[in-house]
């Protein structure tokens, strides 16, 4: 079989995806260890490489997200290795990010929490010249995180903790978290390709969703300097109850749209 074939075959399969084409050059490429544009039509596939085209395929027919399968996703124009241990990052995210770096331009010190990836932690620090530090609970995420943070060359601090646990006396001038905040109900309806594959620890937050907001904001107070600032993401439908959290110990609370018009991001100052 050539590469113009394997593609052929490949897209047959992926029919029911929105572009097949596109994902069936992915595949083709990754089973040759190769980038898509390195790929030529008449290169005949080994039996090998045969096998490893047909066992990417099933995986991502069965809805394993395309992502996991090529074991990459990008994000701030970043490529992240991920895997089963991590969220994929979302492009939604990139906004929290860019917010993060506007506001970076004159900050010095910056905690990301539960990084997964490091999406966040490396996309600000490769933007910016802060001082990064950013932490997870899970051991085989922080792994994905650091290999990243290797890989764009991202000199960040990474430490395994419980949100603030391993921070004693640490204070920051930015807290950024987009924290797992799915409540029981959504968790029950998530989408297939998301809630067999994406980790349950990356997405879960309680039953009404808002255990780590609750949580973070209760200490985050100690671990800002005087006009520090809290950037969260959010589910769309729990901005007013964030910022009702926020209110007794934050000012300035502000809520952001995301690109499809939802509420997605709530920034908040340390109030005085
Ligand atoms: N920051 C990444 C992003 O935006 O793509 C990943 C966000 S994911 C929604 C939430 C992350 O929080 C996961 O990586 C998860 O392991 C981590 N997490 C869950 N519970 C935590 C805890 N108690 N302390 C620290 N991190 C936690
Ligand atoms: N946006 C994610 C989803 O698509 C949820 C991310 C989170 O819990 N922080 O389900």
Avoid at 62 to 91: Q, S
Avoid at 160 to 189: C, M, R, W
Avoid at 224 to 251: D, M, P, R, T, W
């Amino acid at each position: 079989m050539d590469v113009k074939q394997a593609v052929n075959m490949a897209k047959k399969e992926l029919y029911l995806f929105e572009n097949p084409t596109l994902e069936a050059e992915w595949l083709v490429a990754l089973s040759l260890g190769k980038k898509r544009a390195e790929v030529h039509g008449d290169y005949e596939l080994t039996k090998g490489e045969e096998r490893m085209l047909i066992k990417n395929i099933k995986k991502r027919a069965e809805g394993c997200p395309l992502e996991y399968v090529v074991g990459t996703a990008n994000f701030y124009g970043y490529e992240l290795k991920v895997n089963k241990n991590v969220l994929i990052p979302r492009p939604e995210t990139e906004q929290l990010a860019e917010e993060v770096i506007s506001e970076a331009k004159v900050a010095h010190k910056i905690l990301d929490i539960g990084t997964g990836s490091g999406a966040i932690a490396i996309a600000v620090k490769k933007q910016t010249n802060a001082e990064v530090v950013a932490v997870d609970v899970s051991g085989k995420a922080l792994r994905v995180a650091k290999h990243n943070a290797k890989l764009h060359n991202a000199d960040i601090k990474f430490i395994k903790s419980n949100l603030f646990s391993k921070l004693a006396g640490q204070q920051f001038d930015i807290i950024v978290s987009n924290p797992p905040y799915v409540t029981n109900a959504e968790y029950a309806h998530l989408d297939r390709t998301v809630k067999d594959y994406e980790p349950k620890l990356a997405l879960y937050g309680g039953g009404d969703g808002l255990d780590f907001y609750r949580k973070i904001i209760l200490d985050a107070p100690k671990h800002l300097k005087n006009g520090g600032k809290i950037f969260f993401e959010i589910g769309y439908s729990q901005a007013s109850e964030v910022k009702k959290l926020l209110k007794n110990h934050f000012k300035d609370i502000v809520i952001k749209k995301d690109l499809e018009g939802q509420d997605r991001m709530v920034i908040a100052a340390k109030g005085d």
